[in-house]
């Protein structure tokens, strides 16, 4: 097997210790490719291995194979589905340094436990307007905003709307495998409408963050 250490945040990131299915603390590796996953963000980080039947579940902190009552492999969620659920119409270009201009906006509103924090995704005449949204007691507040010119393939006018801590975690961990390669690659944003997940994709990996709701919104 062959995963980038660059991807270590991002995949520690995907991973939950707390996630109440035990099978969903560990990453998965079968067609060869590496599988992480809470149930609000997958990742998959394609072709690490040559052998398309291996398959193992492993803790990703003691790297240990993960087993019920001595049985190695327990079944884990069907995830490839995921990234092809939908018909994905929309798409644009986002470059490392836009997630670098992107960063700090996320990290400004990182959520604490007196606080849940979200980001909009506004796609509007080829524009992309990120909002960054805190709510403390449900009252929302606008904590910053940032505009990207984007040639959006397709391009409507919606919004989608997904965990603050989670894009942080992508674009994080993202940026983390970037500084270990002479030359990242950008990635496609891809989504089919405002209540489907979102993902981020190149040839190495897929991203997908699952939308959310609050309140009337």
Do not use: C, W
Request: net charge positive.
């Amino acid at each position: 097997m062959a995963v980038d250490k660059g991807f270590n945040k991002l995949i520690l990131g995907t991973v939950y210790k707390f996630e109440i299915r035990p099978v969903l603390r560990n990453i998965h590796f079968e067609k060869g490719n590496l599988y992480a996953t809470d149930t609000h963000q997958a990742l998959k980080i394609k072709n690490v291995t040559e052998n398309k039947k291996f398959e193992l579940t492993l803790n990703p902190y003691t790297m240990m194979p993960y087993s019920i009552k001595g049985k190695l492999n327990p079944r884990y969620p069907e995830i490839d589905q995921l990234f092809t659920k939908h018909k994905f119409e929309y798409s644009t270009e986002i470059t490392v340094n836009d997630l670098k201009e992107i960063l700090p906006l996320l990290k400004k509103n990182k959520g604490t436990k007196k606080k849940f924090t979200n980001v909009e995704l506004i796609f509007h005449d080829d524009k992309l307007t990120i909002n960054t949204i805190s709510y403390e007691e449900l009252k929302k507040k606008n904590v910053g905003s940032l505009v990207l010119d984007k040639n959006i393939l397709n391009t409507d006018n919606f919004k989608i709307t997904m965990s603050n801590d989670i894009f942080l975690n992508f674009v994080d961990g993202y940026l983390a495998y970037a500084k270990t390669q002479e030359e990242p690659l950008s990635l496609k944003l891809k989504l089919a409408n405002a209540t489907t997940p979102i993902i981020f994709e190149n040839e190495i990996i897929e991203f997908l963050i699952a939308p959310v709701r609050v309140g009337g919104e």
